[in-house]
């Protein structure tokens, strides 16, 4: 069974896309090809400067990586020359040695993008080379349909998106035509309430009606709650018994983590986009979903992995699925269900280490908050920050209401 990528075989085939040149010493290649085994990129290693350069020639590459100590040469030279051969590539300069000043001049001049000290952490490095890699990818078009590909038919549309879409659109709304409209369908109103009692809305009392739900959470919110319970049924409907339970652990997490999105949007200065900070925040993970339904004996083989290795649910992720990670699955299809292109942008991009936009900074703290067992990468930056939020939303508070009246 092939668990992943063979970097020593894909070095020579250019059957990847992603392309590093390591120039360091033989301990240092060796280590960081182990590390990177399973993950899809091609890593060419070369052990001397004028080797390094001709391979930098010769080829494009997305990344190039180099000690900076090098026998009677510098790390800094195979730089300098990468800036002008492939300035498109990022530049990573490893080193044992405190030259700070040195590599904060590389690092201020654009010599380099950026430092890693040896010994390294290996996750950290990882999750440096994953976000570059999504840069590098999404800088390229994204053919959405091929990811989807693999999966075969997939559900349409929810429908009710749609209908409550055109309800909301007009002047004249109503919350009696939102709630005349879900209550159309009973199984969504039993599903609703339950959803709406297991999160957090910040409310001490029990909602008990679909008129409730819309005046204490919003019509806003419970529109696209109920489009994206009716997503979530239409994958629930091709699932094993065996993940019916995991599925309806998926769903509350989702919701959860979209009203602690919304609760961070309120107070994040300056930011205006709140509904589609919620909206990206529920539905991040529907290619999870997907995975769990429609590919159920690997999504099994990731479970068991997880358990068997305790590995971060990122790298087992790679192992089984190769490259199209399950964020890029939710992008694809939240495309084809025509939601907006920054809500499938932001879902694309929501495990970045390196959080350049607001929203993606309040829907990674939303996941951090909602569910500290999520491994999956984020802006490191954020850790500083998690308790002076869970202060601001009162989440403590919450947590012990919650715990009494359980």
């Not at 052990?47 to 590459?61: I, Q, V």
């Not at 990344?63 to 800036?83: F, H, P």
């Not at 589609?276 to 429609?294: E, H, N, T």
Request: hydrophobic share 40%.
């Amino acid at each position: 069974m092939n668990m992943g990528f063979d970097l020593e075989t894909t070095e020579n085939t250019g059957s990847v896309s992603f392309r590093i040149l390591v120039y360091d010493d033989e301990d240092a290649i060796s280590s960081m090809k182990r590390m990177l085994h399973h993950y899809p990129f091609g890593v060419d290693s070369r052990r001397t400067l004028p080797e390094a350069l001709n391979a930098l020639k010769a080829s494009d590459f997305d990344v190039v990586i180099s000690g900076l100590r090098m026998g009677d040469y510098s790390g800094l030279e195979l730089m300098r020359e990468a800036e002008k051969l492939r300035p498109s590539a990022t530049r990573i300069l490893v080193s044992g040695f405190q030259d700070e000043l040195v590599i904060a001049a590389a690092l201020e001049g654009g010599i380099i993008n950026h430092f890693v000290r040896k010994p390294w952490d290996n996750r950290v490095f990882i999750d440096l080379l994953m976000n570059t890699y999504e840069r590098h990818t999404s800088s390229k078009k994204v053919d959405y349909e091929d990811i989807l590909g693999e999966f075969g038919s997939l559900p349409s549309p929810p429908r009710m998106q749609a209908r409550l879409h055109e309800i909301l659109s007009k002047p004249e709304i109503t919350i009696s035509k939102l709630v005349d409209e879900i209550e159309m369908n009973p199984s969504m109103v039993a599903r609703l309430l339950r959803i709406a009692n297991s999160v957090h809305i910040g409310i001490r009392k029990r909602i008990v009606s679909v008129r409730e739900a819309v005046l204490f959470v919003g019509t806003e919110y419970v529109a696209s709650l109920v489009a994206a319970l009716e997503a979530f049924g239409l994958y629930s409907a091709n699932v094993r018994r065996e993940h019916i339970d995991l599925i309806e652990k998926l769903e509350i997490a989702a919701t959860r983590r979209a009203m602690i999105a919304r609760d961070i949007s309120w107070k994040w200065p300056g930011f205006e986009h709140r509904y589609a900070a919620y909206l990206v925040s529920l539905l991040q993970d529907i290619g999870i979903y997907a995975r769990i339904c429609f590919m159920s004996d690997k999504y099994n083989e990731f479970l068991e992995l997880k358990r068997e290795t305790g590995l971060p649910s990122r790298e087992i992720e790679m192992r089984v699925f190769g490259a199209n990670t399950h964020e890029k699955v939710s992008a694809a299809i939240l495309e084809r269900w025509n939601f907006p292109p920054e809500v499938v942008e932001t879902v694309r991009t929501h495990h970045t280490v390196e959080a350049e936009s607001d929203i993606v900074r309040i829907t990674q703290l939303a996941t951090l908050l909602g569910d500290p067992a999520d491994d999956y990468p984020h802006d490191e930056s954020l850790n500083g920050i998690l308790d002076e939020w869970r202060k601001k939303l009162g989440l403590v508070n919450r947590e012990k209401r919650l715990g009494d009246t359980r």
